[in-house]
């Protein structure tokens, strides 16, 4: 089998790949080859629930085996980025596929929606892989690795869920606060995930829309090409011409089903993640908020003297580090995600006009092989004129 | 007039414009129409320059006139079909308003079209009363009445009854019928999934538009990216924009389909002169032949068939040798005319077949022709289409690529 886990088996675009490896900020090779597959349909009395296989390769020492296969289910993706989050607050972390689609599907067992979400969630493991601190995080080994009840007793650990809610209401407190004494460089960060967060929205709108555009079209032009061999039936003479119409309309038809599936494969999910993303990235910054506002309000008690002296330095220390490290890590992630950002869109867009180029190529073929047929038949027949005379 | 001047070698007839106007009609009531100019030109022989004959303005009920006209008095060729009175197979951008400046121009043209196509052809081209619609602007409509030729059609119901009951007419109309009836239909519905593929197509092209825009503005966000944005989204609106004119070309491809749409009820409307004569060729001889049968019976005094006078002689007693003379006379006279009758109708009849026949197959040769090209032409705008796609593509590719 193959070692890679951007095998042809997996519907990625040769560019994308290249991608894929250009932004690696460590001159290493790849040594953790993630693969998600085989989802599964499991029937209990109290649910019915789908798992998917996960395949993971590596050669590093910490892993105690070369080679690992698991099965999970969605519950633990949403775990396993829970963990990420918690651990790494102001780290970009990959988003995860919706947990459901909206509008369309009606049946959440679908396959379509089963086949995006695998190709989805392949491309959330294959992230926090390629991710320089993510890739080593405890949670995400013992997520590729553990077995199911190892799994289970691993997540009991940590704190509880009553706590983590506990910590919502205050955070929501505390990001507005830090938000008035954000850093200039977040502000600017800030306004350019608001903007980027709407234009990648409108940009999925428009990409569904268009498929959608292109699937009616296709439609109807599989009723179009047949009336012109019905007609072909009650003309002699023109029998060739509409016929040949009627193959050139047939095959145009099937070009754009072919550009509508590299829309769908190429396109849309790029775009979709992007959409993910941003809503990621607003999270992120609310957490640095956060962080910051956390040591904002011990200063402030300080200033106050609200408690004891040196209880407080000692904590606003620590929580000096604390805001310096989530300000660097954000920072730098923020370069690798905007790098990588650039070259996915790049890549996505550059494919869709390809695919746009290919279709008006093959579209041409077609016509202008059927127009020289017409010619030529057109320079068999006789002349009606008088010959020239030279 | 000479009629021998009068082909489409020597002159060039063009509707050059198209006006609105208003008016009273007849009811007294204001009207806003459309008048069309039509300019006749006469070619010199030698020197191939055209010279203005003559230039007037008519409106479409008087080419509708005209056209009845010709109908009547030409029942044997297959009249050229006006363009259509309301728009019809109308895809959502196009207004099915007979006042949008779009459809007047289609009419202009099609007027043109009508009028060079009976210009051209060997027998209407001689008309007179064409002449004068292209050469007499006021009292033509008074010089087409008094030709009476309202009368001289013939009526629908008559046509209908003949339809369903002649018993023998020549084959290949009805064949020729069959083929028409054929004809409109897969051409109506040919138009009617087009007008639908426009409507499809125009909305894939029109959707890439708002790329252009979002492009635009997320570039002003992006340092490095914001360039290959911008232009690509240049690309994209003129994408959009291309399908306008892609579309008005098939218009013009949507016409010419739809001009044999209405020649279909042309060539029907020649069957059903040949049914109306050879049904009334068929009575004719049926009455012929029972006038003949009851002079027979008379004369030999056999009483095969039914009839009144014979009943009524039964019961109120014979008639006189005398009386039996005179009716005997009556009806040979009749039957001497109905003879005479028959033959000339019998000889209309295969003059009107003839003559009929000799215009389908034009017509056919035609027809033929003209889709061909037509068929061709419409090969031609999607290789255009095919081309200018992969050029705006092929500039969209390389902006990203630069991104």
């Known amino acids: 089998?193959?070692?890679?886990?951007?095998?042809?088996?997996?519907?990625?675009?040769?560019?994308?790949?290249?991608?894929?490896?250009?932004?690696?900020?460590?001159?290493?090779?790849?040594?953790?080859?993630?693969?998600?597959?085989?989802?599964?349909?499991?029937?209990?009395?109290?649910?019915?629930?789908?798992?998917?296989?996960?395949?993971?390769?590596?050669?590093?020492?910490?892993?105690?085996?070369?080679?690992?296969?698991?099965?999970?289910?969605?519950?633990?993706?949403?775990?396993?980025?829970?963990?990420?989050?918690?651990?790494?607050?102001?780290?970009?972390?990959?988003?995860?596929?919706?947990?459901?689609?909206?509008?369309?599907?009606?049946?959440?067992?679908?396959?379509?929606?089963?086949?995006?979400?695998?190709?989805?969630?392949?491309?959330?493991?294959?992230?926090i892989a390629d991710h320089p601190t993510l890739t080593f995080n405890e949670d995400f080994k013992v997520f590729l690795t553990a077995q199911a009840w190892e799994l289970s007793s691993h997540k009991k650990q940590g704190p509880g869920l009553l706590s983590r809610m506990g910590q919502t209401v205050r955070a929501v407190a505390l990001s507005m606060r830090g938000v008035k004494s954000r850093p200039e460089e977040f502000m600017e960060m800030n306004n350019f995930i608001e903007v980027f967060s709407q234009k990648i929205n409108l940009i999925d709108k428009i990409s569904q829309r268009i498929y959608k555009e292109e699937r009616e079209y296709s439609d109807e032009m599989k009723e179009y090409g047949p009336i012109h061999i019905l007609w072909s039936a009650s003309e002699e003479d023109l029998v060739d011409t509409l016929k040949g119409i009627a193959s050139c309309i047939d095959k145009c038809c099937k070009a754009t089903e072919k550009r509508m599936s590299g829309l769908s494969e190429a396109l849309l999910p790029v775009v979709h993640e992007y959409v993910l993303y941003s809503e990621m990235l607003m999270g992120v910054m609310k957490r640095r908020d956060q962080i910051q506002a956390e040591l904002d309000s011990k200063v402030e008690a300080l200033t106050n003297k609200k408690a004891d002296t040196d209880l407080l330095t000692e904590e606003i220390g620590k929580l000096e580090d604390k805001v310096e490290c989530a300000n660097n890590a954000l920072k730098a992630d923020w370069e690798r995600w905007r790098h990588n950002m650039q070259n996915d869109i790049k890549s996505a867009f550059t494919d869709m006009a390809e695919e746009n180029i290919h279709y008006y190529e093959q579209c041409l073929a077609t016509w202008e092989s059927f127009l020289a047929s017409q010619t030529d038949l057109h320079m068999e027949e006789p002349s009606e004129d008088k010959p020239e005379s030279h | 007039m000479t009629e021998n001047n009068f082909g489409l070698k020597k002159i060039e007839i063009s509707v050059s414009e198209a006006e609105k106007r208003t008016g009273r009609n007849a009811m007294n009531m204001q009207e806003t129409y459309t008048a069309y100019l039509i300019e006749t030109r006469s070619v010199e022989h030698t020197d191939g320059q055209s010279v203005l004959t003559d230039s007037l303005w008519r409106r479409y009920s008087e080419f509708e006139l005209l056209r009845n006209y010709l109908l009547v008095y030409y029942p044997h060729v297959v009249v050229p079909p006006l363009p259509e009175k309301r728009a019809e197979f109308v895809w959502h951008k196009l207004s099915a308003d007979n006042m949008d400046p779009d459809f007047v121009e289609r009419r202009r043209i099609g007027l043109e079209n009508f009028l060079l196509r009976v210009a051209s052809h060997p027998i209407l081209c001689r008309d007179k009363i064409f002449y004068l619609f292209l050469t007499q602007e006021g009292n033509w409509k008074e010089t087409v009445n008094e030709t009476g030729f309202q009368l001289k059609a013939d009526s629908r119901l008559k046509a209908l009854n003949a339809t369903f009951r002649v018993k023998n007419p020549d084959k290949r109309f009805t064949e020729l019928k069959h083929y028409s009836d054929e004809l409109q239909s897969v051409i109506s519905h040919l138009l009617r999934v087009r007008a639908r593929v426009a409507d499809r197509l125009y909305g894939v092209y029109k959707v890439h538009g708002n790329y252009g825009r979002v492009f635009s503005e997320w570039s002003a966000i992006e340092k490095e990216m914001g360039d290959g944005l911008q232009s690509a989204g240049h690309h994209m609106d003129v994408y959009a924009s291309s399908i306008d004119d892609i579309l008005e070309d098939e218009e013009h491809y949507a016409d010419q389909l739809k001009e044999y749409l209405f020649y279909a009820e042309a060539l029907r409307a020649v069957c059903r002169k040949h049914e109306l004569m050879q049904y009334d060729l068929e009575m004719a001889a049926q009455d012929l032949a029972s006038k003949k049968q009851q002079c027979e019976e008379l004369a030999t005094g056999t009483v095969r068939t039914f009839s009144l006078k014979g009943m009524t002689t039964k019961l109120f007693g014979q008639e006189t040798p005398e009386q039996r003379e005179a009716r005997i006379k009556v009806l040979e006279e009749q039957i001497n005319e109905g003879e005479q009758q028959l033959k000339s109708k019998n000889l209309e009849g295969r003059e009107f077949v003839k003559n009929a026949w000799a215009d389908i197959e034009r017509f056919k040769e035609q027809k033929n022709h003209d889709l061909k090209e037509a068929l061709i032409s419409y090969a031609v705008m999607q290789i255009s289409m095919c081309k200018k796609g992969i050029q705006v593509w092929t500039n969209a590719k390389e902006c990203f690529s630069k991104m």
């Open chain 1, 1 to 127: 089998m193959d070692m890679n886990s951007f095998s042809p088996m997996m519907p990625t675009s040769p560019l994308s790949m290249i991608n894929q490896v250009k932004f690696e900020d460590e001159p290493d090779l790849k040594d953790l080859f993630i693969t998600v597959d085989e989802p599964e349909s499991h029937v209990t009395t109290i649910e019915t629930f789908i798992t998917y296989r996960i395949i993971t390769k590596t050669s590093r020492g910490e892993f105690d085996s070369s080679e690992f296969e698991v099965r999970r289910r969605y519950q633990d993706f949403l775990w396993l980025k829970g963990k990420l989050e918690e651990a790494h607050p102001t780290l970009i972390i990959p988003p995860l596929p919706e947990k459901f689609i909206v509008k369309g599907m009606v049946e959440r067992f679908n396959d379509d929606f089963i086949e995006t979400r695998r190709k989805a969630l392949h491309k959330f493991l294959n992230r």
